[in-house]
């Protein structure tokens, strides 16, 4: 795990070298509203979760200058998990990850907003668990897998700092839990602002599209 972040790290220092590349930085903040759901093998059954709510940030460079299509690269953290009510009791689980996300972000430029769509995986490192259920007998998986699909609006802006605000739906590609009697996976909804800066050097500090008569 630590040589994955020494290589992102790496990343974002050499690509600041070819500003039509390396497009900008920024910095998100947001609520988290985790669910999960209890897959239980004997006798076979799903058991579906009640929200909680939670907390995300996040660090993230914008990779090329594309008027349409762009990547975007940010390390997050994020917290997930649920409520486990029971007829006697309610128990409260809440996980603490540190995610790697990589995101293809479509753009639709206007005068006023740039409206965009983002789609890829995340890769999850647990850097800590609260589980209260009783069915949870051991550590949820260090590293698993997840997928994102999100929108956003970017406010024009005439200034290098453009505002955005984004919204994601995050269920689990693989188990974030899995033991022989129940495997457990996590759906996430985000909601999050966050401001980038956009780098000098780019043929226009606006991010207002350009048209030509």
């Known amino acids: 795990m630590k040589k994955i972040f020494l290589f992102i790290i790496t990343l974002f220092v050499v690509v600041q070298v070819n500003a039509q590349f390396f497009n900008s930085i920024g910095l998100t903040a947001g609520l988290s509203l985790g669910n999960q759901k209890f897959f239980f093998n004997d006798p076979s059954s799903i058991a579906r979760k009640k929200y909680i709510l939670g907390y995300n940030a996040s660090f993230f460079g914008e990779f090329f200058s594309d008027n349409h299509f762009r990547w975007v690269s940010e390390i997050q953290y994020n ?21 790697w996300n990589n995101y293809l972000k ?3 430029e206007t005068y006023r907003v740039i ?12 850097l800590a668990q609260n589980t209260a259920s009783p069915p949870i007998t051991s550590n ?4 698993h897998m997840s997928g994102a699909v999100g929108a956003g609006i970017e406010f024009v802006s005439f200034t ?26 996590n759906k996430n909804l985000e909601l999050r602002v ?15 599209p350009t048209y030509v008569e």
């Open 140 to 143: 949820f998986a260090i590293l």
């Open 79 to 99: 917290q997930k998990g649920s409520i486990d009510k029971q007829p006697e009791e309610k128990y409260r689980n809440k996980l603490h990850y540190l995610c």
């Open 160 to 185: 290098n700092f453009k505002f955005l605000v984004e919204g994601f739906y995050n269920p689990d590609i693989m188990s974030a839990y899995k033991r022989s009697e129940l495997h457990v996976r």
């Open 106 to 108: 479509v753009r639709f």
């Open 115 to 126: 409206p965009y769509l983002l789609i890829g995986p995340r890769l999850e490192y647990t």
């Open 194 to 208: 966050g401001i980038k800066y956009e780098f000098v050097g780019r043929k226009q500090h606006c991010n207002s």
